[in-house]
């Protein structure tokens, strides 16, 4: 798990890209909370600006070494609007021929202007130098437009509203790369 937007020394900047404390890769939900929770008590301080491009060139280096049947999503949890949108939009065309998908969950009062702007259901996000990406792999949820008035507190939708763009940005990712389901595993 990386963080980024903290403070891990006094005498450091804030820190855009760091590995989480703990056994990395994390092991499902119940590793990545572990994780989480032993981070705090290595940062000093959260912190502004709020840049994504560091977490997301990580995520690219990693499907870059991967093996052809792996595909990465990378969720991005964030309290503040976007402060590195040249570099984010760069990072996230480059991204976007890779097995990679991008959901980003804001949580808090921010307007998330710039971060909304990041998920193109309707066109393809442009690079300032007119690069666009081959497909859209971005999905914004914020986290206060979620009801919470059901039994479960809101997490059904949330997670439906997480993940409803994926199986499109796989299948994408798979069409434009031919690649061809494997044969069926019979032996169970």
Same mark, same amino acid.
């Given at each position: ?14 820190? *855009?890209?760091?590995?989480? $404390? ?17 981070? !705090? ?5 959260? /912190?502004? $600006? ?5 977490? %997301?060139?990580?995520? %690219?280096?990693? @499907? ?26 760069? @990072?996230?065309?480059? @991204?976007?021929?890779? +097995?990679?998908? %991008? ?28 690069? *666009? ?13 979620? +009801? ?18 994926? +199986?499109?940005? !796989?299948? /994408?990712?798979?069409?434009?790369? *031919?690649?061809? +389901?494997? $044969? ?5």
């Amino acid at each position: 798990m990386l963080g980024f937007g903290a403070i891990l020394n006094r005498n450091e900047g804030v820190n *855009h890209d760091f590995f989480l $404390p703990g056994e990395q890769p994390c092991e499902g939900i119940k590793g990545a909370l572990i994780a989480y929770k032993k981070t !705090f008590s290595h940062i000093e301080d959260l /912190s502004q $600006p709020t840049h994504f491009s560091g977490v %997301i060139n990580h995520t %690219i280096k990693m @499907a870059n070494r991967a093996r052809g049947d792996q595909y990465f999503i990378l969720l991005i949890l964030t309290d503040g609007n976007l402060s590195d949108m040249k570099e984010t939009k760069e @990072a996230i065309v480059k @991204a976007s021929s890779l +097995p990679i998908s %991008i959901v980003i969950v804001g949580i808090g009062d921010d307007d998330f202007t710039k971060v909304r702007d990041l998920d193109c259901d309707k066109r393809l996000l442009k690079t300032e130098d007119g690069r *666009h990406a081959e497909k859209d792999i971005v999905q914004f949820v914020s986290y206060k437009d979620i +009801p919470s008035g059901a039994a479960d507190g809101g997490r059904y939708h949330l997670t439906q509203k997480m993940l409803e763009e994926i +199986p499109e940005q !796989f299948m /994408s990712y798979m069409r434009n790369h *031919h690649i061809r +389901p494997g $044969p069926r595993d019979t032996a169970s």
